[in-house]
């Protein structure tokens, strides 16, 4: 139904700014939410930051508050995560997905989503 594509990780240091992408194709009528996941090493995969279809509503992790922006560009139909102050505990494959189900609560779970992307490394050092 949809197809992501992720793009813009990469290695930083401790305090350096990444701006990630993720371009969708392919049928979206759907889709109510979009979102970036991370999966740091030996951790179990968790929603980073969300954002509702229309883009009104967004909701980030406590951990990523106030350094990460996920935000839309309608015309595009492209996700982009903004990620400022990185730390080395943000290092993680981050992978885009498209679910059903708006949250208004922002919990998401990753079986909330049935389409993703193939992820991409982002490496913090210090």
């Known amino acids: 139904q949809v197809s992501l594509e992720e793009s813009g990780g990469g290695a930083v240091q401790a305090g350096d700014s990444l701006r990630l992408s993720c371009a969708a194709s392919g049928r979206s009528f759907n889709v109510h939410v979009m979102a970036w996941f991370r999966q740091r090493p030996g951790k179990e995969r968790e929603v980073a930051a969300a954002?509702?279809?229309?883009?009104?509503?967004?909701h980030y992790r406590d951990s990523v508050k106030g350094r990460f922006t996920i935000s839309r560009d309608n015309a595009m139909n492209t996700v982009y995560l903004q990620m400022n102050s990185l730390k080395p505990e943000d290092t993680a494959v981050y992978y885009c997905?498209?679910?059903?189900?708006?949250?208004?609560?922002?919990?998401?779970?990753?079986?909330?989503?049935?389409?993703w992307g193939q992820g991409t490394q982002v490496t913090v050092s210090s």
């Open positions: 997905a498209a679910g059903l189900k708006f949250r208004l609560s922002g919990d998401y779970e990753e079986t909330d989503f049935d389409s």
């Open positions: 954002i509702s279809w229309s883009g009104e509503s967004t």
